[in-house]
């Protein structure tokens, strides 16, 4: 089968290795991809909104099954595109994209289906936003309505940083038309856990529960980035908790989707937060996250396109996942001035990488040299495995010292939280 991935970071990356292990796979396209990606898959520079051309290379190159990866496409309807021209695809369509695509949409699901989630309440004014902050005990949430790179949500503590970011979003247009609304959000406590699934809309298989690292700097301080890193599986997500998550959150999630006409097929991402008052939800996204993606597929032991081929038709039900029993680790190196700012065009070099390790590119490209660069905020990241987690972070952070390239950032406590879990057990 010839199969095409849309998207070209450390999520795509980690998709397309768990892909090209398929038996079933001839030709394997990622587009745009990136350079670090060419050893295993052939990166077609079209970006991921051209949807005229990513529609003509399917068509020209007789593309079997494509893989529709990141937020944007997916939100804009890349899917229906291609399916009403017979590529077959793994992921939601437009209608159902939407669970990511707009906050206030999925806030209102969950508050109409009995979901639970934070009280909340929105904005397209300014004024009346301010009005309603000065009513508000802190610390709080305040989130772009629609898409923006996982930067869009601003935790603040108290009311003079709020009315910054009411009027940096609203009036500034700082995510552009994502913040023409807001969502106002209580702040909620305890350990958060990322929970990707695949679900055709009638069967719903969990994968493998992990734990993002969302700030920037060790002790989880500075602002949110796209995930410094991550581990799987997640120590907070227990027996008795998933229990709760399948009865209250997950089913309950596709059936109301179901249920407003919005089918869900594909990846389906649960961020939840684990209260004194029980879990709930804190956002959906569409997709598998990243850097989440990086540390559940390497664990991942049953074919994972075939998986996609029987959530697209329908048949999940028919399919056995089975997962390897260890643990897994990720740790992100950065450029410096990210999520704010990247610098480019920065030599890397990569010297004794262990052969079990996993290097998943990400912001990344060759210069005229043909040299391997830096080209954007996260930069490439590590996934090691182990029967312990300890040993898969040290193995990380051990191959993550043998890349190197100027100014690097990388979080030095991955998976900290996870070790205090099990230290006090």
């Known amino acids: 089968m010839n199969i095409m991935i849309v998207g070209g970071g450390g999520r795509e990356a980690a998709i397309a290795k768990k892909i090209k292990e398929s038996k079933d796979v001839d030709k394997l396209y990622v587009l745009p991809g990136n350079a670090g990606m060419a050893s295993y898959a052939e990166c077609v520079d079209i970006s991921v909104m051209d949807f005229d051309s990513i529609l003509k290379f399917g068509q020209d190159n007789s593309i079997d099954f494509a893989v529709v990866a990141p937020d944007d496409p997916l939100v804009e309807g890349l899917v229906d595109l291609l399916e009403a021209n017979d590529i077959r695809c793994f992921g939601p369509n437009k209608k159902a994209a939407i669970i990511e695509g707009s906050k206030s949409f999925s806030k209102r699901l969950m508050i109409d289906h009995n979901i639970p989630t934070a009280s909340f309440a929105e904005f397209t004014d300014s004024q009346?936003?301010?009005?309603?902050?000065?009513?508000?005990?802190?610390?709080?949430?305040?989130?772009?309505d629609g898409l923006a790179l996982g930067k869009g949500v601003a935790i603040v503590d108290n009311f003079l940083d709020a009315k910054k970011t009411v009027i940096s979003y609203l009036d500034d247009h700082k995510f552009n038309h994502s913040s023409d609304k807001i969502i106002i959000e209580e702040f909620l406590e305890g350990p958060e856990i990322s929970l990707l699934t695949f679900t055709d809309g009638k069967t719903l298989i969990p994968m493998v529960s992990s734990m993002d690292h969302k700030r920037i700097g060790d002790g989880d301080v500075g602002p949110n980035t796209g995930g410094m890193g991550a581990i799987a599986p997640n120590p907070y997500y227990t027996p008795m908790v998933e229990v709760e998550c399948i009865r209250k959150i997950l089913y309950p999630t596709i059936l109301a989707m179901n249920k407003e006409g919005r089918t869900f097929k594909g990846c389906l991402y649960f961020g939840l937060i684990l209260t004194k008052q029980g879990v709930k939800v804190i956002e959906y996204n569409c997709r598998f996250g990243d850097p989440e993606t990086q540390?559940?597929?390497?664990?991942?032991?049953?074919d994972l396109l075939e998986i996609m081929m029987a959530t697209r038709?329908?048949?999940?039900?028919?399919?056995?996942?089975?997962?390897?029993?260890?643990?897994?680790?990720?740790?992100?190196?950065?450029?410096?001035?990210?999520?704010?700012?990247?610098?480019?065009?920065?030599?890397?070099?990569?010297?004794?990488?262990?052969?079990?390790?996993?290097?998943?590119?990400?912001?990344?490209?060759?210069?005229?040299?043909?040299?391997?660069?830096t080209n954007g905020g996260r930069v490439l990241s590590i996934t090691c495995i182990a029967d312990e987690l300890k040993d898969a972070i040290d193995e990380c952070y051990r191959n993550m010292s043998q890349i190197d390239f100027k100014d690097k950032v990388v979080r030095s406590d991955i998976g900290h939280r996870a070790l205090e879990y099990y230290r006090t057990k």
């Open 128 to 144: 009346k936003a301010i009005n309603y902050i000065k009513t508000q005990t802190y610390p709080l949430v305040i989130k772009a």
């Open 313 to 373: 038709d329908e048949r999940l039900n028919e399919i056995e996942v089975k997962w390897e029993s260890k643990c897994a680790a990720n740790v992100v190196a950065a450029s410096k001035g990210y999520p704010i700012t990247s610098t480019k065009d920065l030599e890397i070099e990569v010297n004794d990488i262990s052969d079990d390790a996993y290097l998943y590119t990400a912001g990344v490209k060759n210069n005229s040299a043909g040299h391997l660069v």
């Open 295 to 302: 540390v559940v597929l390497p664990l991942l032991k049953t």
